[in-house]
DNA sequence: GTTTAGGCAATTTTT
DNA sequence: TTGCCTAAAC
């Protein structure tokens, strides 16, 4: 309707040349090309995998250039730097010139952070303010938690820290929690009266430290718009266009302030989908999605459906698991590829089995097909699952990367480095405090502690405390001398950062505090590694540093306020954002990692109840339909090969699992699957099939009940092996028999003797030669024509007797 | 104040 | 199984 040239006000007059050479929209397909020119008034973009979303994107900021709208007055906000960084380089590929630069893009945590160090005089906080992650913040409940004497085991810090975090997500204030009867009888029944004082005390304590939490770079930047309109003008008034990715994934903080940017041109463009939503776990809510069609009545809605990712059993197979859910926004994803492979499902006896099964297969396709290393991704649900494949890959020579984990930030090396950084930075950051005073030879727990008291009691930072140490109680006379000593030299470091830039402090920090010379001398293999860590921290600074002398931000940058800005950087980035030198490997991550990406290869594995679906994900329809998002998400990430794999034991917590295969690999419909060629068990009864029944039981049957829509039909009569086809004959015995599949000695070997001729599955024909152990412990020697003698354990063998 | 040993609990996903 | 915390010894 409104198809009106933008209003004059945004154009500028420098062309982007390139642009105006080619028709963008003739590069997409008709719904993107729709979603792409609509650029005034609010869009949402609902955007299945595969559709194209980044290119829709791209292409819709190079078009609002190339309409003339000034590349200063786009906001583009992401959840991931790797996006916005994605996103950056194509729009640069497609301005052939330096436009893109001049662009407001970056994730919401990083781009308010900005913000909030132009204005933070505003609400109080240093220029310099420290960024605290999840450990400082815990960190600091600690120590608050201990001050108040409170009970620990009742008030832990990961709680403490959750139920705080959600508050502030949905922009509530420790004010407003404490007056608020709901929350605050919730808290009563779960014991802990204090949850509001905690949250009220956590505040003070970060403002006293010129620190916020992540989650305060949303709280702090809605405030700031809030209450002054003055800054909130200046804003919605520079943004003339504000474009989010993800949108499924905002929380209602992230919301709010997009909803008051947008306010005075409302042209805000959304991109998202619903099925892909996966982190309400930290407060996201798909509410918003409903809420903006409600919020803006004459919104334009697109939809892309069409998936250029993968092949027709894939999508199909995502189009039928989803389908299990309740409540989505409806929509048909459809590909024109051409037919491809079944989802293989690999089903292995235990964890290391699965890991040696998916090395192999990889080993294999790469000749098979000619692919790469970098073409395979491992997707697993936890981090803790990729020990195994490691392990195996390394056995073959097959080279890898691991994404998640223990970020290169987090180890203790870096974060002790970086925390004599902070200090200087921002002497009133008390998390880096007290890890800087805690590695001052001589200084320990006890004087810590004396400091923290004392400070706490006359509500000033731990600083204060230390330029004036006579004012400690019960303060010792050697731990006055460290402390003075202390200051001077924390003084003098902060002198000279006016005259040299942040490397030179940081080259200093480390020959003064001795630091780069203990950790030399440590010639552990550990040792070594750490030493390269703090190089390599060192380097990262030197290359940042020189950057910056490059091209210099708009934006006020002292010099002093170099070595902040690097800091504010770090403190949110994570792994996946640093480059490796060598990118063909195989990429191991967890499925929340894998968001956005894609590979011709994927395994998704561990697919076992409990695991994935999280054994804390069963409770609540709404929790299990997010881990059947996330599979969703695992499973579209496959452009030409799916696996899906699961081990019948896994050792967790020291003790052997014995686990289901999951409920998910049925519900991608046993057409799409090419399923591994196991007996069927049929022994157990069905009552005894599933631990821990009863806690579910409504869930199941609820599960069991639902009638599935006649799967879109598959040219099915290509491709099934005879294994297949015989599958396809019942549903129900072969999805009983993927679950029943235990580690347990199945009862039809149970009487297996020697002499019997069995058939394995992989071995072939055999002869039973010898029996040995008892229990589910039995092992049987078998010699296998052509093979030779295998020892197999009975519980996870594929064997059938035949006489 | 620092180090070591031993007991104990806890294990999802992340900007 | 690991890693964290506490208690005791150095």
């Given at each position: 309707?409104?198809?009106?040239?933008?209003?004059?006000?945004?154009?500028?007059?420098?062309?982007?040349?390139?642009?105006?050479?080619?028709?963008?929209?003739?590069?997409?397909?008709?719904?993107?090309?729709?979603?792409?020119?609509?650029?005034?008034?609010?869009?949402?973009?609902?955007?299945?995998?595969?559709?194209?979303?980044?290119?829709?994107?791209?292409?819709?900021?190079?078009?609002?250039?190339?309409?003339?709208?000034?590349?200063f007055?786009?906001?583009?906000?992401?959840?991931?730097?790797?996006?916005?960084?994605?996103?950056?380089?194509?729009?640069?590929?497609?301005?052939?010139?330096?436009?893109?630069?001049?662009?407001y893009?970056?994730?919401?945590?990083?781009v308010?952070a900005r913000i909030l160090r132009m204005e933070a005089?505003?609400?109080?906080?240093?220029t310099?303010?420290?960024?605290?992650?999840?450990?400082?913040?815990?960190?600091?409940?600690?120590?608050?938690?201990?001050?108040?004497?409170?009970?620990?085991?009742?008030?832990?810090?990961?709680?403490?820290?959750?139920?705080?975090?959600?508050?502030?997500?949905?922009?509530?204030?420790?004010?407003?929690?404490?007056?608020?009867?709901?929350?605050?009888?919730?808290?009563?029944?779960?014991?802990?009266?204090?949850?509001?004082?905690?949250?009220?005390?956590?505040?003070?304590?970060?403002?006293?430290?010129?620190?916020?939490?992540?989650?305060?770079?949303?709280?702090?930047?809605?405030?700031?718009?809030?209450?002054?309109?003055?800054?909130?003008?200046?804003?919605?008034?520079?943004?003339?266009?504000?474009?989010?990715?993800?949108?499924?994934?905002?929380?209602?903080?992230?919301?709010?302030?997009?909803?008051?940017?947008?306010?005075?041109?409302?042209?805000?463009?959304?991109?998202?989908?619903?099925?892909?939503?996966?982190?309400?776990?930290?407060?996201?809510?798909?509410?918003?999605?409903?809420?903006?069609?409600?919020?803006?009545?004459?919104?334009?809605?697109?939809?892309?459906?069409?998936?250029?990712?993968?092949?027709?059993?894939?999508?199909?197979?995502?189009?039928?698991?989803?389908?299990?859910?309740?409540?989505?926004?409806?929509?048909?994803?459809?590909?024109?590829?051409?037919?491809?492979?079944?989802?293989?499902?690999?089903?292995?006896?235990?964890?290391?089995?699965?890991?040696?099964?998916?090395?192999?297969?990889?080993?294999?396709?790469?000749?098979?097909?000619?692919?790469?290393?970098?073409?395979?991704?491992?997707?697993?649900?936890?981090?803790?699952?990729?020990?195994?494949?490691?392990?195996?890959?390394?056995?073959?020579?097959?080279?890898?990367?691991?994404?998640?984990?223990?970020?290169?930030?987090?180890?203790?090396?870096?974060?002790?480095?970086?925390?004599?950084?902070?200090?200087?930075?921002?002497?009133?950051?008390?998390?880096?405090?007290?890890?800087?005073?805690?590695?001052?030879?001589?200084?320990?727990?006890?004087?810590?502690?004396?400091?923290?008291?004392?400070?706490?009691?006359?509500?000033?930072?731990?600083?204060?405390?230390?330029?004036?140490?006579?004012?400690?109680?019960?303060?010792?006379?050697?731990?006055?001398?460290?402390?003075?000593?202390?200051?001077?030299?924390?003084?003098?470091?902060?002198?000279?950062?006016?005259?040299?830039?942040?490397?030179?402090?940081?080259?200093?920090?480390?020959?003064?505090?001795?630091?780069?010379?203990?950790?030399?001398?440590?010639?552990?293999?550990?040792?070594?590694?750490?030493?390269?860590?703090?190089?390599?921290?060192?380097?990262?600074?030197?290359?940042?540093?020189?950057?910056e002398?490059?091209e210099p931000e708009e934006d006020e940058v002292s010099?002093?306020n170099d070595?902040a800005a690097?800091?504010q950087?770090?403190?949110?980035?994570?792994?996946?954002?640093?480059?490796?030198?060598?990118?063909?490997?195989?990429?191991?991550?967890?499925?929340?990692?894998?968001?956005?990406?894609?590979?011709?290869?994927?395994?998704?594995?561990?697919?076992?109840?409990?695991?994935?679906?999280?054994?804390?994900?069963?409770?609540?329809?709404?929790?299990?339909?997010?881990?059947?998002?996330?599979?969703?998400?695992?499973?579209?990430?496959?452009?030409?090969?799916?696996?899906?794999?699961?081990?019948?034991?896994?050792?967790?917590?020291?003790?052997?699992?014995?686990?289901?295969?999951?409920?998910?690999?049925?519900?991608?419909?046993?057409?799409?699957?090419?399923?591994?060629?196991?007996?069927?068990?049929?022994?157990?009864?069905?009552?005894?099939?599933?631990?821990?029944?009863?806690?579910?039981?409504?869930?199941?049957?609820?599960?069991?009940?639902?009638?599935?829509?006649?799967?879109?039909?598959?040219?099915?009569?290509?491709?099934?092996?005879?294994?297949?086809?015989?599958?396809?004959?019942?549903?129900?015995?072969?999805?009983?028999?993927?679950?029943?599949?235990?580690?347990?000695?199945?009862?039809?070997?149970?009487?297996?003797?020697?002499?019997?001729?069995?058939?394995?599955?992989?071995?072939?024909?055999?002869?039973?030669?010898?029996?040995?152990?008892?229990?589910?412990?039995?092992?049987?020697?078998?010699?296998?024509?052509?093979?030779?003698?295998?020892?197999?354990?009975?519980?996870?063998?594929?064997?059938?007797?035949?006489?």
């Open positions: 309707m409104c198809k009106t040239i933008p209003k004059d006000s945004f154009r500028h007059s420098d062309k982007a040349p390139y642009l105006y050479h080619m028709d963008i929209l003739k590069e997409l397909n008709n719904v993107q090309a729709q979603a792409v020119s609509s650029i005034d008034g609010p869009v949402m973009i609902i955007a299945g995998p595969g559709s194209g979303k980044t290119r829709v994107l791209t292409y819709r900021i190079a078009y609002l250039i190339q309409q003339g709208i000034d590349p007055r786009i906001l583009a906000l992401t959840f991931t730097n790797k996006a916005a960084k994605e996103m950056r380089e194509r729009i640069q590929t497609l301005l052939g010139g330096s436009e893109a630069r001049n662009l893009m970056g994730t919401f945590h990083s308010f005089a505003k609400i109080g906080y240093p310099n303010f420290a960024i605290y992650d999840t450990d400082d913040a815990k960190s600091l409940l600690k120590s608050i938690i201990k001050e108040l004497g409170l009970n620990d085991k009742l008030y832990k810090p990961s709680n403490v820290s959750y139920r705080i975090s959600s508050a502030k997500n949905s922009l509530i204030s420790p004010q407003d929690y404490l007056a608020d009867p709901d929350l605050m009888s919730e808290d009563e029944q779960a014991g802990r009266p204090y949850m509001g004082k905690l949250y009220e005390k956590y505040q003070q304590r970060l403002f006293l430290a010129g620190a916020m939490d992540f989650d305060d770079l949303l709280v702090k930047t809605y405030e700031l718009l809030d209450n002054f309109p003055e800054v909130l003008y200046k804003y919605q008034n520079r943004f003339s266009h504000l474009m989010i990715d993800e949108f499924q994934d905002t929380n209602f903080a992230q919301y709010s302030i997009v909803k008051k940017l947008a306010a005075i041109h409302e042209n805000i463009c959304v991109v998202g989908d619903d099925a892909q939503s996966i982190y309400a776990f930290r407060g996201a809510t798909i509410s918003n999605i409903l809420n903006f069609e409600k919020n803006y009545p004459d919104l334009k809605i697109f939809k892309l459906e069409q998936n250029y990712r993968s092949t027709p059993y894939i999508v199909h197979a995502a189009n039928e698991l989803i389908s299990n859910n309740k409540g989505q926004i409806k929509k048909e994803i459809w590909t024109d590829k051409k037919e491809g492979e079944k989802i293989k499902v690999f089903r292995a006896g235990s964890e290391n089995e699965e890991a040696r099964m998916i090395a192999e297969s990889i080993f294999e396709q790469k000749i098979t097909y000619h692919i790469q290393n970098q073409d395979f991704a491992i997707l697993y649900r936890t981090n803790s699952q990729s020990r195994a494949f490691e392990e195996q890959l390394r056995r073959l020579n097959l080279p890898y990367r691991i994404y998640g984990g223990l970020s290169f930030y987090q180890r203790k090396e870096i974060k002790d480095f970086v925390a004599y950084l902070r200090v200087l930075v921002n002497e009133n950051d008390e998390e880096a405090m007290k890890r800087v005073l805690g590695l001052t030879k001589g200084v320990g727990q006890t004087t810590i502690n004396k400091i923290i008291a004392t400070a706490s009691e006359k509500n000033v930072s731990l600083w204060e405390m230390i330029k004036k140490p006579e004012l400690i109680q019960e303060i010792t006379k050697g731990a006055y001398r460290l402390l003075f000593n202390f200051s001077m030299m924390v003084q003098s470091l902060q002198a000279q950062l006016h005259t040299k830039n942040a490397y030179e402090i940081a080259e200093m920090i480390g020959r003064q505090t001795g630091m780069l010379e203990s950790l030399f001398l440590d010639k552990t293999s550990e040792g070594i590694g750490r030493y390269e860590n703090v190089q390599e921290l060192l380097s990262g600074i030197k290359s940042y540093t020189l950057e002398k490059e010099p002093e070595l690097y800091l950087q770090i403190s949110l980035l994570t792994d996946s954002d640093k480059e490796d030198e060598n990118p063909n490997k195989v990429k191991l991550m967890t499925v929340h990692a894998s968001k956005g990406l894609e590979f011709p290869s994927v395994f998704v594995v561990g697919l076992e109840e409990n695991l994935f679906p999280s054994m804390l994900s069963l409770n609540t329809r709404e929790e299990l339909e997010e881990e059947r998002r996330l599979f969703y998400v695992a499973i579209t990430r496959a452009q030409d090969r799916l696996y899906l794999s699961y081990a019948n034991t896994r050792v967790r917590f020291g003790s052997i699992q014995y686990n289901e295969a999951s409920r998910f690999i049925e519900e991608v419909g046993l057409d799409n699957l090419n399923m591994p060629r196991n007996r069927v068990f049929s022994n157990t009864p069905p009552s005894q099939q599933r631990s821990g029944n009863t806690s579910y039981n409504g869930m199941q049957n609820n599960y069991y009940e639902k009638k599935k829509e006649p799967s879109p039909s598959t040219n099915s009569n290509s491709g099934g092996d005879q294994f297949n086809s015989m599958n396809l004959k019942n549903k129900k015995p072969i999805a009983q028999s993927i679950r029943n599949s235990s580690a347990v000695v199945p009862s039809d070997l149970k009487g297996l003797k020697v002499g019997n001729m069995v058939v394995h599955e992989k071995f072939g024909q055999g002869k039973v030669t010898l029996v040995e152990g008892g229990g589910d412990n039995v092992l049987a020697t078998i010699f296998f024509e052509g093979v030779g003698a295998k020892k197999i354990m009975l519980r996870f063998a594929k064997l059938q007797i035949i006489s």
